[in-house]
Nanobody, 123 residues
Framework: QVQLVESGGGLVLPGGSLRLSCAAS????????MHWYRQGPEKERELVAS???????NYADSVKGRFTISRDNAKNTMYLQMNSLKPEDTAVYYC?????????????????WGQGTLVTVSS
């Protein structure tokens, strides 16, 4: 079984920065695409940023130029550096991974979600 655990959320002033982490654990797996989603108060969950196993990134227009997604494949960990935070960035942030489980064979795809970490931007 593969699990994702997020960390790094908290309360920050407008204009401040936070760095979220998402660590995958388990055995006999590999990860293709990884994504950060968020769900604000009374809002639908939205895709914030994505990164392929090769490091190609994509961002929602609302966070371009402020957020940076990255990953360390050796550590099975993904990051989201969030700068110039705004009150509208307040949300629970979830990581999501496209996992391939290799054991027992045959290999099979699995979509895994983290439990979420709360980011609050407020003065």
């Amino acid at each position: 079984q593969v699990q994702l655990v997020e960390s790094g959320g908290g309360l920050v002033l407008p204009g401040g920065s936070l760095r979220l982490s998402c660590a995958a654990s388990g055995s006999s797996f590999s990860i293709n695409g990884m994504h950060w989603y968020r769900q604000g108060p009374e809002k639908e969950r939205e895709l914030v940023a994505s990164i392929t196993s090769g490091g190609v990134t994509n961002y929602a227009d609302s966070v371009k130029g402020r957020f940076t997604i990255s990953r360390d494949n050796a550590k099975n960990t993904m990051y989201l550096q969030m700068n110039s935070l705004k009150p509208e960035d307040t949300a629970v942030y979830y990581c999501n991974a496209e996992v391939v489980v290799h054991a027992p064979p045959p290999s099979r795809p699995l979509e895994v979600w983290g439990q979420g970490t709360l980011v609050t931007v407020s003065s």
